[in-house]
Nanobody, 126 residues
Framework: QVQLVESGGGLVQAGGSLRLSCAAS????????MGWFRQASGKEREFVAA????????YYADSVKGRFTISRDNAKNTVYLQMNSLKPEDTAVYSC???????????????????WGQGTQVTVSS
């Protein structure tokens, strides 16, 4: 069992930056693959980024590639999402997720993840 708590959301102007953090409980954080998803009001949840257990592999949605960077610090049990050049269409609740199984997986599928945080609101004004 792992608990995930996101932080770092807020209101920012278009073109600005935010860094989201997701702190995980437990002593086996390094054995979890991690992902970020977002859900805008009235829309379905969508994949944003993911990172492998070791951190050597990262995956991004086309809509954020080149603007967002996912990283992890296993010593701090934390995964980050650095968001630059934010756009109004990035406005959403951002949630992190953890996958415990070290098997072949689809990083962009929400079904690949076992645990979810409550989310943090990101609002980008134009």
């Amino acid at each position: 069992q792992v608990q995930l708590v996101e932080s770092g959301g807020g209101l920012v102007q278009a073109g600005g930056s935010l860094r989201l953090s997701c702190a995980a409980s437990g002593r086996t954080f390094s054995s979890y693959a991690m992902g970020w998803f977002r859900q805008a009001s009235g829309k379905e949840r969508e994949f944003v980024a993911a990172i492998s257990w070791s951190g050597r592999r990262t995956y991004y949605a086309d809509s954020v590639k080149g603007r967002f960077t996912i990283s992890r610090d296993n010593a701090k049990n934390t995964v980050y999402l650095q968001m630059n050049s934010l756009k109004p269409e990035d406005t959403a609740v951002y949630s992190c997720a953890a996958r415990s199984e070290k098997t072949a997986w689809s990083p962009s599928s929400s079904a690949s993840y076992d645990y979810w945080g409550q989310g943090t609101q990101v609002t980008v004004s134009s």
